[in-house]
T-cell receptor, first 110, second 115 residues
């Protein structure tokens, strides 16, 4: 089955700096790659996603890039703010069910 | 997207007992899923809840331990049976909304502690 690895496990940045989280996947058939943000005591919130026919997607301060050849994808957050502090999960899917990475705890220091 | 509610939001249960978790969606969805998130860990898919038929379970999860019902397009239940402390986790419902091919949205979760 699919295996998704995520790095780093924790990331601390200063407010205003950029943050980058990286994931690799094992199954070349995977074609959908979402990113979720989970705040304490809440369910995961879908923040951005990318399909395998697209190399990059941007939504305001967040962007995701996908390299199908290398089987890795990354989340980029620019101009970080304290409210960006949360746990971020990447995931990969062939059709419906999602396989999640291990998560990255992002701390934005004011 | 969809508005998803889960009941209860949290519970503390005795070992050996069972708990049924409800998931309600405000619109019709094509697929519903149940995930488990152990403390400080990532999410693991338990099963896909199929309307009107038996759920499809992932490796390591069985119907006798996690019976699932989905009587209609907007409601599903997950029961955690004969609980042990190892079942202490957050249980999350997610849905694939009608008209969407891939996007899954999650409920707020049910935090279960087994003593």
């Amino acid at each position: 089955g699919e295996n998704v690895e995520q790095h780093p496990s924790t990331l601390s940045v200063q407010e205003g700096d950029s943050a980058v989280i990286k994931c690799t996947y094992s199954d070349s058939a995977s074609n959908y790659f979402p990113w979720y943000k989970q705040e304490l005591g809440k369910g995961p919130q879908l923040i951005i996603d990318i399909r395998s026919n697209v190399g990059e997607k941007k939504d305001q301060r967040i962007a995701v890039t996908l390299n199908k050849t290398a089987k890795h994808f990354s989340l980029h957050i620019t101009e970080t703010q304290p409210e960006d502090s949360a746990v971020y999960f990447c995931a990969a899917s062939i059709g419906r069910a999602l396989t999640f990475g291990s998560g990255t705890r992002l701390q934005v220091q004011p | 997207s969809a508005v998803i509610s889960q009941k209860p939001s949290r519970d503390i249960c005795q070992r050996g007992t069972s708990l049924t978790i409800q998931c309600q969606v405000d619109s019709q969805v094509t697929m519903m899923f149940w995930y488990r998130q152990q403390p400080g860990q990532s999410l693991t898919l338990i099963a896909t809840a199929n309307q009107g038929s038996e759920a499809t379970y992932e490796s390591g999860f069985v119907i006798d331990k996690f019976p699932i019902s989905r009587p209609n397009l907007t409601f599903s239940t997950l029961t955690v049976s004969n609980m042990s402390p190892e079942d202490s986790s957050i249980y999350l419902c997610s849905v694939l909304v009608r008209g969407s091919t891939y996007e899954q949205y999650f409920g707020p979760g049910t935090r279960l502690t087994v003593t």
